[in-house]
C-alpha cells in the first residue's frame, strides 16, 4: 500500500481569536492543515484546543482572524467536516450500529436502501466492528462505540475528519489499539485529519505536524514537525516527545519565578 | 446463576403469588359480606359483582360504556399531546416559546381540569366536547413538561452530532430530539394517562347527574341512581382493570424502545 500524499494547504487559521461568554479562549491562533495529512493540536486540559477544533467545524466562529478551508471561510456545521467527539454516547443511542451509518448518509449525502447499507457495512468493515452492525450502541465497549463513531464520520466521505481527544475516555490498551488502527484507517482513506489530544505520546506517533498550545488565552506556541517519528522505537520519537515536554511542560524553578512575577 | 431463596414465598412464581394474594382478598371479602349480614344496598359480594359484571359484558353495557370513555379520553389525550409536544418544540426553538410554556404552565397546570368543567360546559354545553377540552387541558401539562425537561436534558454531544449532519427544524425534532428524549416523554404521556383518566371518569359522573349519557362514570353513577351496588363494584372493578392493562401496554412501549436502547433498566 502506498502511503497517501500530504499536499497543499487544506485548512489555514490565520489570526483566530475566539471568545465566548466574555472568555477569551484563543489568542491569535496561526496554522496550516495540509491536504491528508494528519495534524495535531496538543496542550494542557482547558487551554482552548477543543474551542479551536470546535471553530473548525463551525459550530463557534473565531471573534478574529480567520479559518479557511480550501479559502472559503468557515461557516456552519456540515458533513463536510465530521466530527469525532471524547464521549461514549456520540451514536445515536435509538439506532443500531449499522442504521447510525446509514442514517447519516440518508440524511447528510441523500443516500438510501442497499446502496446505503453497502457502504455503511464497508465503513464498518474499515473500523473493524463490521459483526457488530446489528446491535445497538449501549451493548458495545467504549472502544467499538469510538470506532463507530469513526465509520459514521468517515462514510460522509469528509473533506476533514476532526476528532476530539477521541480515545481520551478510554483504557490504555484499547487506546494503543486505536492508535494503530486509525493509522491503518488513515493510510486506506487518505483522509485529512485534525486530532486534539493531550497526550505527547498520542500526539508524535499520531501527528506529521504537532501544533502546540499554550495555557489560555491560548496560542499556538510552535508547530513541531514530527513526519519522520511514526515508529516509538526510535531515538527521533524521544527526541521529539522530549522536545515537546519542554514546550508543555514549565521546570519547577520557572513556575515558581512567574508565580512570584504575578504575586 | 441464581442465589437460592429461603423465604418458601418468594420460591412460588410472581404471577402465582399475585393470584394468591388476590384471591386471600376476595375470600375475605366474601367471607364479610356472608357473615357481617351488611345490607346489600351497601356492600355487594365478589360473586354478586363478578355476576353482574358477566351480564353487563354479555348485553353490551360495559362495553358500550367502556368504549364511549376511552374514546373520549382518547381524543383528548391525542389533542393535549400534540399541543404538549408543540409547546414543548417551540421553547426548544425560541425563548420566547421557552417563556411561553413557562408561563402557561406556572399558571394552567395547578388547575385541576375538572374545575374548568363548569365553564367547559357553558362553552361547549352538556356534550362529549366538554369532557374532550377538560381532558385536553388535563393532559397538555404533563406532556409538555416532560418532553421539555427531556429536551433540554439531551446532551450537548448529540446535539452536535445532530447539527454536524446538517439536521435541523421539524427533521431534527421527529429524528433526535424526540427519541433522545423517550423516557421523559413517556413519563408525560404516563401521567398525562393518568389525569385524563382521572378527569374523563369525574366528568361522566358529573354528567350523570345532569342526565346525561354514556361511559363508565355515567354507569356508576346510574347504578347509584338505582341503588345497584354490584353494578357501582363492577364499574370500577372495570376501571382497575383497564388501568392495569394501560400500565401493560406502557411496559410493553418501554421495553420496545428505551429499554432495547438501554436508556431505562
Not at chain 1, 473548525?56 to 466562529?61: M, R
Not at chain 1, 456545521?77 to 443511542?93: E, I, M, N, Y
Not at chain 1, 485534525?194 to 488565552?217: C, D, K, N, R, Y
Amino acid at each position: 500500500m502506498t502511503e497517501p500524499v500530504i499536499g497543499e494547504p487544506l485548512v489555514v487559521g490565520s489570526g483566530v481569536a475566539i471568545e465566548y461568554d466574555g472568555f477569551r479562549a484563543v489568542d491569535s491562533a496561526d496554522f496550516v492543515v495540509r491536504r491528508g495529512e494528519k495534524f495535531v493540536l496538543i496542550g494542557p486540559s482547558g487551554c482552548g484546543k477543543t474551542t479551536l477544533l470546535k471553530a473548525i467545524a463551525g459550530f463557534l466562529h473565531p471573534t478574529a482572524g480567520s479559518i479557511r478551508l480550501d479559502g472559503v471561510p468557515i461557516g456552519e456545521p456540515g458533513p463536510d467536516r465530521t466530527v469525532v467527539f471524547q464521549d461514549f454516547d456520540q451514536l445515536f443511542a435509538w439506532r443500531t450500529v449499522l442504521d447510525n451509518v446509514v442514517y447519516a448518509l440518508g440524511v447528510a449525502k441523500e443516500m438510501r436502501g442497499e446502496a446505503a447499507r453497502e457502504r455503511a457495512r464497508a465503513m464498518l468493515r474499515l473500523v473493524g466492528i463490521e459483526a457488530a452492525g446489528d446491535k445497538y450502541p449501549h451493548q458495545l465497549s467504549g472502544g467499538m462505540k469510538q470506532r463507530g463513531a469513526i465509520a459514521r464520520a468517515l462514510a460522509l466521505e469528509p473533506r476533514i475528519l476532526l476528532m476530539d481527544e477521541p480515545f481520551g475516555a478510554l483504557d490504555a490498551i484499547t487506546r494503543s489499539q486505536l492508535q494503530l488502527d486509525l493509522n491503518a484507517i488513515w493510510r486506506e482513506t487518505g483522509v485529512t485529519i485534525v486530532l486534539v489530544t493531550h497526550s505527547i505520546q498520542e500526539a508524535v506517533f499520531l501527528g506529521h505536524h504537532v501544533a502546540v498550545m499554550s495555557t489560555t488565552p491560548a496560542r499556538i506556541v510552535e508547530t513541531v514537525d514530527t513526519s519522520a517519528a511514526q515508529d516509538m522505537d526510535t531515538p527521533e520519537f524521544l527526541r521529539l516527545s522530549h522536545h515537546l515536554r519542554s514546550l508543555l511542560i514549565t521546570p519547577d524553578s520557572a513556575r515558581h519565578s512567574v508565580q512570584t512575577a504575578v504575586e | 446463576m441464581r442465589a437460592r431463596v429461603r423465604d418458601p414465598w418468594l420460591r412460588l412464581p410472581a404471577p402465582l403469588r399475585y393470584a394468591i394474594v388476590i384471591l386471600a382478598l376476595l375470600a375475605i371479602w366474601q367471607a364479610y359480606v356472608s357473615f357481617s349480614h351488611v345490607s346489600a344496598l351497601l356492600v355487594g359480594s365478589p360473586l354478586d359483582v363478578a355476576n353482574q359484571l358477566w351480564t353487563d359484558v354479555a348485553n353490551g353495557k360495559i362495553p358500550a360504556a367502556t368504549l364511549h370513555t376511552l374514546h373520549t379520553l382518547l381524543t383528548g389525550l391525542l389533542i393535549g399531546a400534540l399541543i404538549g409536544f408543540a409547546l414543548a418544540s417551540l421553547a426548544v426553538f425560541s425563548s420566547v416559546g421557552r417563556d411561553l410554556l413557562a408561563v402557561l404552565t406556572a399558571v394552567l397546570n395547578p388547575l385541576p381540569a375538572i374545575a374548568i368543567l363548569p365553564l367547559a360546559i357553558i362553552w361547549f354545553g352538556l356534550s362529549d366536547r366538554s369532557i374532550i377540552f377538560i381532558v385536553t387541558l388535563a393532559t397538555i401539562w404533563p406532556v409538555a413538561i416532560n418532553t421539555d425537561t427531556g429536551f433540554r436534558t439531551i446532551s450537548a454531544t448529540t446535539q452536535m452530532v445532530a447539527r454536524n449532519l446538517g439536521l435541523r427544524g421539524p427533521r431534527l425534532v421527529v429524528d433526535v430530539l424526540l427519541p433522545a428524549a423517550m423516557p421523559y416523554i413517556l413519563t408525560g404521556l404516563k401521567t398525562a394517562w393518568a389525569f385524563g383518566w382521572r378527569t374523563v371518569v369525574a366528568a361522566e359522573l358529573v354528567f350523570g347527574v345532569a342526565g346525561s349519557q354514556g361511559g363508565l362514570g355515567w354507569y356508576i353513577n346510574t347504578a347509584r341512581y338505582y341503588l345497584q351496588t354490584p353494578q357501582i363494584f363492577a364499574g370500577l372493578v372495570v376501571i382497575s382493570i383497564l388501568g392495569i392493562l394501560v400500565e401493560g401496554l406502557f411496559s410493553a412501549v418501554e421495553s420496545r424502545t428505551v429499554v432495547r436502547w438501554g436508556m431505562k433498566r
